[in-house]
C-alpha cells in the first residue's frame, strides 16, 4: 500500500524498523546497563537519548567491570555503532576519560573512536557548569524543605565561590575537537536513515529513571531530563510511530540515592542487609543508597507512563536470605487507599504503606539458569509481581556476571 505524496512520489505507509527501548522504572540503579548489553549481543545500533555523565552503568564481562557514564553500553560489542542523541548533555573531558579508562580493563572497545557518532545537536555541559551544580546541591541538602529560600538566595548569590580559569578551559577544549570532529553528525538525518533503511536492531539505553523524570518524577529531587519514554522520541529526533518494545528494569526491592520521599524505606537491619549485600553505593557518586522493600504503587505509576511491554527483574539473589520478603501494594493516606502515585513530596511523605507478606526462599539462586530451577518460593514472588502489574517479566537477574540472567520467553 502505498499513498500519493505532494512532489508527486509515493511514500509507504511503512513506518520503518522499530527502536527497542530499556528503561529504569524505579530512582535509577535497577542494573539497566546490564540488559542492554545482553540485548547489544546482536544489535546493530545502541542509543542515548537523555541524561549525561551523572549516569552510571555498570557492564561485567568475563569477570572485567566496565562503568559507562556518557558512552553507550552496548559499545563494548565491536559491531555495534553507538549514537549519542540530540537530548544527552555531553562533557568533553569526560567522555574521553571514561572511553580510556574502560579500554585499558579489556577488549571490546578497540576502535570506539570509529563506531561512535554523536548529534551535531547535542549540547556541551562545561567543568563550570558542574560546579555550579555542586554548588546548588550541596544548598539544597543544607535547606532541605525551605525552597523558596533556597530557590531566593541562588538568585542572590549566583555563585560566588565559583572560580573559572577561562583561557586554560578553552585551550583545554581545543583539543578536543579535532578528536570529536569525525564524530559528529547531523543526528536527525542518522536516525532517519537507520530507521527507513535495510532491517536493522536498534536500541535506546535510557538513563536514570521515571522516579527522577523532571516531569513525573520525585520533583524536586529529579535530574534535569525527560527519563520516561517520551524523552526517546525528542531525545533521539523520531516519531512515536518507532517505538516497539519498551523494557521496564526493575530491582527486585527499591533503592533510591540521596534525599526525598522514600514510602517503602526501611531504616533497619533489612535495610542495612539490602545495603550490604546489593552493594548499594552509586556508581557516579559513590554514595550508599538508601534500601527499602519492592515498591508496586511506584511501578503502576511508571508502567502508566511508559506502557512498558516487558519487564527485566534485576537482583533476585540479593533476597535469598531473608525468611520473610514484603511488597508494598497500596498507599494509605489518612483512612483513605489512593489510587495514584502523589506529585506532592508532603504527601508523599505523609502515605502509610499496605504490605502483602510472603515466605522468602532461604536458598542460594544465583546458579539457576531457568526459571524451573527457581525454588517455588522465588517463582511465586516473580509472579505476583506479573500479576499486580499486568505486564511479563522477561529476565531475571541473579547474579552479576552476563551469564547470570533467566530469559523467560
Request: proline letters at 5%.
Amino acid at each position: 500500500m502505498s499513498e500519493s505524496v505532494p512532489n508527486g512520489g509515493s511514500a509507504s505507509r511503512h513506518p520503518g524498523n522499530k527502536v527497542t527501548v530499556v528503561l529504569g522504572a524505579q530512582w535509577g540503579d535497577e542494573g539497566k546497563g546490564k540488559v542492554v548489553d545482553l540485548l547489544a549481543q546482536d544489535a546493530d545500533i545502541v542509543c542515548r537519548c537523555q541524561g549525561g555523565n551523572n549516569a552510571g552503568h555498570t557492564v561485567v564481562v568475563d569477570s572485567v567491570e566496565y562503568d559507562f557514564h556518557l558512552l553507550p553500553s552496548g559499545i563494548i560489542n565491536p559491531k555495534v555503532v553507538a549514537f549519542i542523541g540530540n537530548g544527552v548533555v555531553i562533557h568533553l573531558p569526560g567522555l574521553f576519560e571514561e572511553a580510556e579508562k574502560n579500554v585499558k580493563k579489556g577488549k571490546g572497545l578497540e576502535g570506539w573512536e570509529k563506531r561512535l557518532i554523536i548529534s551535531d545537536r547535542a549540547h556541551i555541559v562545561f567543568d563550570f557548569h558542574q560546579a555550579a551544580d555542586g554548588i546548588q546541591e550541596q544548598q539544597r541538602q543544607e535547606q532541605a524543605g525551605k525552597k523558596f529560600k533556597v530557590l531566593a538566595n541562588q538568585y542572590k548569590s549566583v555563585y560566588p565561590a565559583l572560580e573559572i580559569d577561562i583561557e586554560g578551559e578553552l585551550k583545554r577544549l581545543k583539543g578536543y575537537i579535532e578528536r570529536i570532529k569525525p564524530m559528529v553528525r547531523d543526528g536527525v538525518y542518522f536516525m532517519y536513515e537507520a530507521l527507513h533503511g535495510p532491517p536493522k536492531k536498534i536500541l535506546v539505553e535510557g538513563a536514570n529513571a521515571a522516579l527522577l523524570d523532571i516531569d513525573f518524577g520525585t520533583y524536586p529531587f529529579v535530574t534535569s531530563s525527560n527519563c520516561t519514554v517520551g524523552g526517546v522520541c525528542t531525545g533521539l529526533g523520531m516519531p512515536p510511530q518507532n517505538v516497539g518494545e519498551v523494557y521496564g528494569v526493575v530491582k527486585a526491592y527499591t533503592t533510591r540515592v540521596g534525599i526525598g520521599a522514600f514510602p517503602t524505606e526501611q531504616n533497619n537491619e533489612i535495610g542495612e542487609m539490602l545495603q550490604t549485600r546489593g552493594k548499594e553505593v552509586g556508581v557516579t557518586t559513590g554514595r550508599k543508597r538508601r534500601c527499602g522493600w519492592l515498591d508496586l504503587v511506584l511501578l503502576r505509576y511508571a508502567h502508566m507512563i511508559n506502557g512498558f511491554t516487558a519487564l527485566a527483574l534485576t537482583k533476585l539473589d540479593i533476597l535469598d536470605v531473608f525468611p520473610e520478603i514484603k511488597v508494598g501494594v497500596a498507599y494509605k493516606l489518612g483512612d483513605k487507599i489512593i489510587p495514584h502515585f502523589p506529585a506532592n513530596q508532603e504527601v508523599l511523605n505523609k502515605v502509610e504503606v499496605q504490605y502483602e507478606t510472603f515466605p522468602g526462599w532461604k536458598t542460594d539462586i544465583s546458579n539457576a539458569r531457568t526459571f524451573d530451577e527457581l525454588p517455588v518460593n522465588a517463582q511465586n514472588y516473580v509472579r505476583f509481581i506479573e500479576m499486580e502489574l499486568g505486564v511479563p517479566v522477561k529476565w531475571i537477574g541473579v547474579g552479576k556476571s552476563r551469564e547470570s540472567v533467566i530469559q523467560l520467553f
